[in-house]
């Protein structure tokens, strides 16, 4: 068997979106020679989606199933110990592409860590974070690639907020209004004691996509600054609103309308590169281009799909981004040591 060309690593590998990401992953020829890690929740229990896509992939394609719990950054930091040690040994090849796909919307239903963090803000932003600095040393340092999955919930006046409502009231329509991320990385910035949970839910989802969307910007700048890492590149993409597993913990409304956005998303795709809803697959398909698409257009982007976006004007300020990675440094407890980015405070 030959000798993997690069590493590609996945995270949230049982959703929706992931499992579309295995199913091009291995049915892509240019795409074998890579070996990919899938990471899930819970090795002993993946979705049976995923086993079944796994499945018929050929057999000379690498791949491995690796469980990561990413609402526990002990969890976190003891993956990437282990997929460092195994670049370094060369047991497996540098990490080509790094996709940040893991998601959780509590849809009012609010949880937390282990660790005290609000449970939307810990898994869609602040252990994918973590994971990203920790691992950066494994990466392919000449054309490594990570790939954040963003969402237009990171935007308060996109057109899809019409439907939500979550942000009618002007008090939310600005994130941020100190020098702190503490109310939101504690869940104390919207509770479901100020609005109805699925309102409350809605917005903490955003604030976490939020986070996670400014980041590529905050790290591009840091990489391009960076004498060994300069190479590596990060690019964020909304891939629209799907039917997935996301909406399991929502009313009975949220899960009975569904079915019907994903009949629209098959109906527009017929008529529209980006519309709003969208198959699983046309996103899988965009993410996968993103990562692999060579060349310098894509540093430090955002694409809505498969075309250049605008972030909103709150993820695009610089303060406002310098100040939420200072605040996930002190969150996280990161220190020099532990990753490889020059400027990493």
Aim: hydrophobic share 40%; with cysteine.
């Amino acid at each position: 068997m030959a000798t993997p060309k690069g590493t590609i690593v996945v995270t949230g590998s049982a959703g929706g979106v992931g499992c579309a990401i295995a199913s091009k992953i291995i049915s892509t020829a240019e795409l074998a020679d890579y070996h990919s890690i899938y990471t899930v929740r819970d090795t002993s229990s993946p979705s049976a989606e995923l086993q079944s896509i796994l499945q018929s992939a050929p057999k000379t394609y690498h791949y491995e199933v690796q469980s990561l719990e990413l609402s526990r950054l002990a969890d976190v930091r003891e993956f990437a110990r282990k997929l460092n040690a195994r670049v370094a040994s060369g047991e497996i090849p540098p990490i080509r592409v790094l996709i940040l796909n893991a998601a959780v919307s509590d849809m009012g239903k609010q949880g937390f860590t282990r660790d005290g963090f609000d449970m939307a803000f810990a898994v869609n932003y602040l252990s994918q974070w973590l994971l990203t600095l920790l691992a950066l040393q494994s990466m392919d340092h000449k054309e490594g690639r990570i790939v954040v999955v963003g969402s237009a919930s990171h935007d308060v006046n996109h057109p899809i907020h019409k439907l939500t409502g979550y942000y009618n009231d002007e008090n939310w329509k600005t994130f941020f209004k100190g020098d702190l991320l503490s109310s939101i990385a504690n869940g104390t910035w919207c509770p479901n004691t100020v609005a109805r949970p699925e309102i409350a839910g809605g917005r903490r989802y955003g604030v976490a996509k939020m986070c996670a969307v400014m980041m590529v910007a905050e790290l591009q700048q840091r990489l391009d600054a960076d004498p060994e890492l300069q190479g590596v590149s990060i690019v964020g993409v909304d891939p629209g609103h799907m039917s997935t597993g996301i909406v399991r913990h929502g009313s009975w409304i949220i899960r009975s309308v569904a079915p019907v956005m994903s009949l629209i998303a098959q109906l527009t795709a017929w008529f529209q590169t980006n519309p709003h809803f969208r198959t699983t697959a046309k996103s899988a398909d965009d993410l996968i281009a993103a990562a692999f698409e060579a060349g310098p257009r894509l540093r430090g982007k955002y694409l809505d799909g498969s075309e250049l976006s605008e972030v909103s004007p709150e993820a695009a300020d610089a303060k406002k981004r310098e100040m939420v990675w200072r605040e996930s440094v002190i969150l996280t407890r990161l220190t020099q040591e532990q990753t490889k980015l020059v400027n990493w405070a």
